[in-house]
Nanobody, 124 residues
Framework: QVQLVESGGGSVQAGGSLRLSCTAS????????MAWFRQAPGKEREGVATSTPNGRTAYADSVKGRFTISRDNAKNILYMKMDSLETEDSAMYYC??????????????????WGQGTQVAVSS
């Protein structure tokens, strides 16, 4: 069982930046495929970025070039730096994990472990 706790959300103006963190209750992040998802009111949950144990990453087209996913395996923390934020980025952001080997995936059904979310609000 992997427990995940997100932090770092908040309110920011368009064009600003935030860094989200996700701390995992596990000895090391090394074997986990990790991902960030988001869900805005009235919309489906969508994959934003993912990071595999062997360093592969993938991003949703809407955030490419603006968001960067990274991980500190020793500290058990997953990060996502979000730059050039847009109002459309406003959502609840969730951290997710899979403790089995998998290719990079932004499909929510591939991840059995989820955090409670952290809210991001971007104003114009």
């Amino acid at each position: 069982q992997v427990q995940l706790v997100e932090s770092g959300g908040g309110s920011v103006q368009a064009g600003g930046s935030l860094r989200l963190s996700c701390t995992a209750s596990i000895g090391t992040l090394s074997p986990l495929t990790m991902a960030w998802f988001r869900q805005a009111p009235g919309k489906e949950r969508e994959g934003v970025a993912t990071s595999t144990p062997n360093g592969r990453t993938a991003y949703a087209d809407s955030v490419k070039g603006r968001f960067t996913i990274s991980r500190d395996n020793a500290k058990n923390i997953l990060y996502m730096k979000m730059d050039s934020l847009e109002t459309e980025d406003s959502a609840m952001y969730y951290c997710a994990a899979n403790d089995r080997w998998m290719n990079p995936s932004l499909l929510a059904l591939r991840y059995p472990y989820w955090g409670q979310g952290t809210q991001v609000a971007v104003s114009s």
